[in-house]
């Protein structure tokens, strides 16, 4: 069987983990002087310590020893990682690759992050169990990675600030104001601003929603993911209005993993989801 990994930014559930025996390579975080995996803490320790002591943990990619690792064992194997654009993990597993100087290991930059990241690797696990080859499985998935769609609701710009995206007037503006950026994910992997909602919670959530009711001709209704960094009645909330528009056959509630809450904060939720082949 085809093996199908990817990394902790994907911030899949353990259901799915399970369900598609889907191996996950962890970051790493650097937080209150102690170095973890990602995964090795829950949001709310390190929204705790970011509050007290005022400033962001620093994450950083596996490295190539951690990806020989993984990848130095027989069969053929597809790895799906965060944006090459974020993260040198696409990097590092390019030269943990050309080490081993196999041929029968697929390396696919998702040009995404969070359940971008995760919505490709779920596809390839069905395409692999339906038995589709190494190859078919990668030209696909290639294909269908323009099509993700990526959107999130930042609730305080205080992340942002601390991480350098924005400045001290921006910061002072946002928060009189009660801005919300709603960050989208671009088809070259980054991240921009796609809206700034001067509003309340409860309307930068209908945001979202007329998003996705815009593109809903357009959407492949087979899975979503509400991914978020525990607001767990928001999340609730989208699902249910979600199922009053569409039919759709898998929702997901999935908790962002320690890397992109770093950078993201609290109560930051998306919807994520693919468009149909045009």
Same mark, same amino acid.
């Given at each position: 069987m085809i093996e199908i990994l990817t990394d902790s930014c994907s911030d899949l559930n353990p259901e799915l983990i399970d369900r598609f025996h889907l191996q996950v390579i962890p970051l790493q975080v650097f937080i209150a002087n102690r170095n973890l995996r990602d995964g090795e803490i829950k949001l709310a320790q390190l929204f705790d310590e970011v509050s007290k002591t005022s400033q962001?943990? *620093?994450?950083?990619?596996? !490295? +190539?020893?951690? =990806?020989? /690792?993984y990848f130095n064992t027989p069969g053929e194997k $597809? =790895?799906?990682?965060?944006? !090459? /654009?974020l993260s040198a993990t696409m990097q590092n597993a390019s030269l943990a690759m050309a080490q081993l100087g196999r041929n029968d290991i697929c390396l696919i930059d998702s040009l995404n992050l969070s359940t971008g990241i995760g919505l490709l690797v779920c596809k390839a696990a069905e395409l692999r169990d339906q038995?589709?080859? %190494?190859?078919?499985? @990668? *030209?696909?998935?290639?294909?269908?990675?323009?099509? +993700?769609?990526? #959107? =999130?609701?930042?609730?305080?710009l205080d992340y942002l600030y601390k991480g350098g995206r924005c400045n001290a007037l921006e910061l002072v503006m946002g928060s009189l104001l009660r801005i919300r950026p709603v960050?989208? +994910?671009?088809?070259?992997?980054?991240?921009?601003v796609k809206e &700034?909602?001067? !509003? #309340?919670? &409860? *309307?930068?959530? /209908?945001?979202? %929603? &007329?998003? =996705?009711e815009s593109l809903l001709p357009n959407v492949d209704l087979h899975r979503i993911f509400i991914t978020h960094t525990g607001c767990d009645s928001d999340a609730e909330y989208l699902k249910i209005e979600l199922k009053k528009l569409? &039919? $759709?056959?898998?929702?997901?509630?999935?908790?962002?993993?320690?890397? $992109?809450? !770093?950078? @993201?904060?609290?109560?930051t939720i998306g919807i994520l989801y693919i468009l149909k082949q045009p």
């Open positions: 962001l943990p *620093k994450t950083a990619a596996p !490295s +190539v020893g951690d =990806f020989l /690792q $597809i =790895f799906i990682g965060i944006s !090459s /654009q038995g589709y080859p %190494l190859d078919a499985i @990668c *030209k696909e998935i290639e294909a269908t990675r323009p099509l +993700v769609h990526s #959107t =999130f609701i930042i609730d305080t960050i989208e +994910v671009r088809q070259d992997g980054t991240m921009g &700034k909602i001067a !509003s #309340t919670r &409860k *309307k930068a959530l /209908q945001s979202l %929603l &007329k998003d =996705f569409a &039919k $759709i056959d898998e929702i997901h509630i999935t908790y962002a993993g320690a890397t $992109i809450a !770093s950078h @993201c904060g609290p109560n």
